[in-house]
């Protein structure tokens, strides 16, 4: 282990100095190969062999991940880079490219200040690159490209320079396209876009572990013709030692990538609501170690000796063993019993970490990934914005009764770790809902419950989560209480589709300062005067206040919002949940006596209004798309196509990409179950198809009605509808 010290020792001197520090992810499309660049990262930093890089899937920790061959968590390190005389400290996350683990890839945003894109020479850019790009852009992360599996240009696809040199660039292309396409917007981004002649553009192949890029040319000078020459000559291992790919890579990142003291004072203000000129912001924008401490927290993992470990970034301050520190949304003080850096895939103890850097930290027990923790009260970062809400659930039950506590335990513990994921407990059925973002990510959880935890689950068969929304305009509408003293009068109608993205984004919520979220939804088309009477934001649904000196209305609010949020989480057509709905409080008559306005009489009186007036608006079940890409030889194009067609799904576009087809089309969740065998099978094992979740759309007519009631008889409801609602 003498090594090892070594390096956790260089890595603590460096700690202190975040001129020379880089916090940086790599992301990319699923199977494209960051893991295995990682891997050689690490060889090349001494961390691990250099015979084993590659195959060792060192950030692969889990069973699962080595089995299944992709990443599932987003993993830690923490390495050291000689770059121009000077050690560096880089730490980075290897984050998950496959769509059901799209949270990991946000939350690793939150804690970097670069992203190195792998991107695959012989796919390009896919659906899967935009998205991590569009996640590192919007936390003001700033991109380099590694175009990766070069050497299959040369040695399978027997491309010339020149053919070559047309690829890459059209690659470049591409990746630039859509980095100027989602910075438009963004005053505070200068150009970002990567370029081979500035040294933010690499090429090579990680599996043989060479790599080139402007710079290392004229460090080696080496030049493409001979990397043709020895790669096709299976000279790979000359090729790794003349031009090593963790040398051009991590010189990039030391190079190209901002440290966290040029970083910090972007970041900060798009990440942090709270006032710009206070001592706080002054040490988060400097990176002050001696400063009041603040960390993010993007990640919770459990270690089998240590229990709960917290993993994030620190942005002011020094973290240290014994530390009483505040943890946003809770009441109290929580304990830090340790502190650490991650060195490969395990935690090193240190004594502290100081701003600037990444830390891994128990003793938070009431953290979660995406809280803030820091020394004083202070105002959170904002949430992290997931991009995909849970389109699909599952049922789980303990085998046996026994077990059923831990299971419970178990299943909390997996919500704290992953937000991306819903978890239900029904105390009175022992039967529990896990809802994520596909049939790979409940399959994974289910897993785990039983490897990790030893807890034998049946779980049912994947169910899908649909919405309910209005369609038109309704009429104001009574809701009386039980006791008939109090009437409340609502109506509703629709949201505009960019009202519901802006409130989606978090760009609008009522954690604002009011004249921000006025200005945001202003802008995304919603009337002035709308804008100033919301009261409430619940979901993608808006309550306006639009009542004049009503007596009592004032105390009886918070119930109101109650009895609002409650009708909205169970929709009146099948109890699913309503989205982008707008609803007015007209008018309210409440009873002089405080005791005949309780909640068993205002919460009743609210939801039938809600509810009906929700019916009046011609109230519709909605579910959950996906967007599938398919690609596939021509002779199987046919098959593939067909397989979309016959799931309730269009086909959007067909066309050529070197010598396969493209299929594109959406397709309904609900139709997707079981695709990836009938794919595998219609097409003889030929195609890789990748999906995304796109959203909800409005379920065709004829389905709604048994959609409905066989809804209704999952949940056990009774199968009449309100008279009110006409189907046909």
Avoid at 165 to 194: C, F, H, P, S, Y
Avoid at 419 to 429: G, K
Wanted: hydrophobic share 35%; aromatic share 4%; proline share 4%.
């Amino acid at each position: 282990m003498g090594r090892r010290k070594k390096i956790v020792q260089e890595c603590e001197t460096l700690m202190d100095d975040p001129e020379h520090i880089r916090n940086i992810a790599i992301a990319a499309h699923v199977d494209h190969g960051k893991t295995t660049l990682t891997d050689n990262l690490l060889a090349g930093a001494g961390m691990i062999s250099d015979d084993t890089a590659g195959e060792q899937l060192a950030m692969d920790t889990e069973e699962d991940e080595q089995e299944r061959g992709i990443t599932i968590d987003a993993a830690n390190v923490s390495m050291t880079h000689e770059y121009e005389d000077r050690n560096h400290l880089i730490n980075l996350i290897d984050t998950p490219g496959h769509v059901d683990f799209g949270g990991d890839v946000t939350r690793a945003m939150r804690a970097v200040d670069g992203a190195l894109v792998v991107v695959d020479a012989v796919e390009g850019a896919m659906p899967q690159t935009e998205t991590v790009l569009r996640q590192a852009l919007r936390e003001g992360v700033k991109p380099t490209l590694f175009i990766n599996k070069v050497d299959r240009l040369i040695s399978e696809l027997q491309e010339g320079p020149e053919e070559m040199q047309k690829r890459l660039l059209a690659v470049i292309q591409d990746v630039n396209e859509l980095i100027r396409g989602m910075t438009e917007e963004m005053d505070d981004i200068e150009d970002w876009t990567v370029s081979v002649e500035e040294g933010t553009v690499g090429f090579g192949s990680a599996l043989y572990k060479w790599g080139v890029s402007m710079p290392s040319m004229q460090r080696t000078g080496m030049d493409f013709g001979e990397i043709m020459e020895l790669e096709r000559n299976d000279n790979r291992q000359e090729l790794h030692e003349r031009t090593p790919l963790s040398d051009v890579v991590l010189d990039m990142v030391c190079e190209h990538f901002p440290n966290p003291v040029d970083a910090q004072p972007m970041r900060v203000p798009r990440i942090w609501r709270g006032d710009a000129e206070s001592q706080l912001a002054d040490d988060m924008r400097l990176v002050n170690e001696d400063g009041e401490v603040v960390l993010m927290v993007t990640d919770i993992g459990v270690d089998p000796h240590a229990g709960e470990i917290a993993a994030g970034r620190v942005f002011s301050g020094t973290l240290e063993k014994g530390q009483e520190l505040y943890v946003s949304g809770t009441a109290g003080k929580n304990r830090i019993q340790s502190v650490g850096i991650y060195m490969g895939g395990e935690r090193e103890e240190v004594e502290r970490v100081p701003a600037g850097n990444i830390a891994a930290v128990t003793g938070l027990k009431d953290a979660i990934a995406g809280s803030t923790v820091s020394s004083v009260e202070m105002t959170p970062f904002e949430s992290i914005e997931h991009i995909s809400e849970p389109v699909i659930t599952k049922s789980v039950e303990a085998q046996n009764m026994d077990d059923l506590p831990k299971l419970i335990e178990t299943l909390q513990q997996v919500a704290k770790e992953d937000p991306t994921i819903q978890v239900e407990i029904n105390e009175d059925t022992g039967e529990h809902l896990i809802s994520g973002q596909g049939e790979l990510h409940l399959e994974v959880i289910g897993q785990r419950i039983e490897r990790n935890q030893g807890i034998p689950i049946n779980t049912g068969e994947p169910i899908v989560v649909y919405r309910e929304a209005p369609q038109q305009e309704s009429r104001e509408v009574e809701g009386i209480s039980p006791n008939r003293h109090n009437r409340f009068y609502i109506s509703v109608h629709p949201l505009g589709e960019d009202i519901v993205e802006t409130i989606k984004m978090g760009e609008a919520s009522m954690d604002m300062p009011e004249l921000e979220r006025r200005e945001a939804l202003q802008e995304a088309g919603m009337d002035k005067d709308d804008s100033q009477n919301i009261e409430h934001i619940h979901g993608t649904n808006i309550l306006l206040d639009e009542t004049k000196g009503i007596q009592h209305l004032n105390e009886t609010m918070e119930l109101v919002i109650e009895g609002l949020e409650e009708a909205l989480d169970d929709g009146p057509l099948a109890s699913e949940p309503v989205q982008g709905s707008l609803l007015r409080l007209h008018d309210a008559r409440l009873h002089e006596d405080a005791i005949h306005r309780g909640p068993a009489q205002v919460i009743p009186a609210v939801r039938e209004a809600v509810h009906n007036a929700l019916i009046d608006a011609s109230i519709k079940l909605l579910e959950p798309i996906q967007q599938v890409r398919i690609d596939v030889p021509n002779d199987h194009m046919g098959a593939a196509s067909g397989e979309i067609q016959g799931r309730r799904g269009r086909v959007d576009d067909m066309y050529q990409e070197g010598d396969l087809m493209v299929v594109e089309g959406v397709a309904p969740v609900d139709e997707m179950i079981g695709f990836s065998s009938d794919i595998r099978s219609a097409t003889e094992g030929r195609a890789s198809w990748n999906t995304e979740n796109a959203g909800f759309q409005v379920l065709a007519d004829n389905l709604q009605p048994d959609k409905i009631s066989e809804i209704r008889e999952r949940k056990g409801m009774k199968q009449e509808l309100n008279p009110a609602i006409d189907y046909f």
